[in-house]
T-cell receptor, first 108, second 114 residues
Framework: DAKTTQPPSMDCAEGRAANLPCNHSTISGNEYVYWYRQIHSQGPQYIIHGLKNNETNEMASLIITEDRKSSTLILPHATLRDTAVYYCIGLNDYKLSFGAGTTVTVRA | EAGVTQSPTHLIKTRGQQATLRCSPISGHTSVYWYQQALGLGLQFLLWYDEGEERNRGNFPPRFSGRQFPNYSSELNVNALELEDSALYLC?????????????FGPGTRLTVL
């Protein structure tokens, strides 16, 4: 499984786009990049995933670099309820291994 | 450039006492965050100060309080200490001006309540 590296903590402005980076330089060709988040006292929540192309859904956008060594999760309009720990994960063989993630605090 | 500093490194108190923890942010940083990391758990957000004011607080009782001084340093006070307050208390600072800012952490204060 690819080792992912994320900043341990970030704070973002409410109402603005929140860009959360992730490095996964050892990702293999068939490994998907998944993003989950965990709000305090709740289980992890799926956000988005992608392989090569940029992806967008109702929650977020995922930008994956052409060499696939890094990606950025974009929350288009951060709200206070987006305060959570965000995990960037390489998925292979249906196994999810959560790292430390980025603790994101959205400020008013 | 000096990083975030915290004092004391270790603090031992007994139940019912008060603890005061201190944090000095990186020069130029106006935002200070406090987190609690209990054994085996992730970072739990406690308090956020910016420009001298409390901007947000986590899901902790009122006996956890603090303040930010004009030089942007900060104090965390924990009153009526309970055994479960034993944890590593981390302070982080950020620029607080851009849309998203990386927070830089200090080494922490290990609080032990006996």
């Amino acid at each position: 499984d690819a080792k992912t590296t994320q900043p341990p903590s970030m704070d973002c402005a409410e109402g603005r786009a929140a860009n959360l980076p992730c490095n996964h330089s050892t990702i293999s060709g068939n490994e998907y990049v998944y993003w989950y988040r965990q709000i305090h006292s709740q289980g992890p929540q799926y956000i988005i995933h992608g392989l090569k192309n940029n992806e967008t859904n109702e929650m977020a956008s995922l930008i994956i670099t052409e060499d696939r060594k890094s990606s950025t999760l974009i929350l288009p309009h951060a709200t206070l309820r987006d305060t959570a720990v965000y995990y960037c994960i390489g998925l292979n063989d249906y196994k999810l291994s959560f790292g430390a993630g980025t603790t994101v605090t959205v400020r008013a | 450039e000096a990083g975030v500093t915290q004092s004391p490194t270790h603090l031992i108190k007994t139940r019912g006492q008060q603890a005061t923890l201190r944090c000095s942010p990186i020069s130029g940083h106006t935002s200070v965050y406090w987190y609690q990391q209990a054994l085996g758990l992730g970072l739990q957000f406690l308090l956020w100060y910016d420009e001298g004011e409390e901007r947000n607080r986590g899901n902790f009782p009122p006996r956890f309080s603090g303040r930010q001084f004009p030089n942007y340093s900060s104090e965390l006070n924990v009153n009526a200490l309970e055994l479960e307050d034993s944890a590593l208390y981390l302070c982080a600072s950020s620029l607080g001006q851009r849309t998203c800012n990386e927070q830089f952490f200090g080494p922490g204060t290990r609080l032990t309540v006996l």
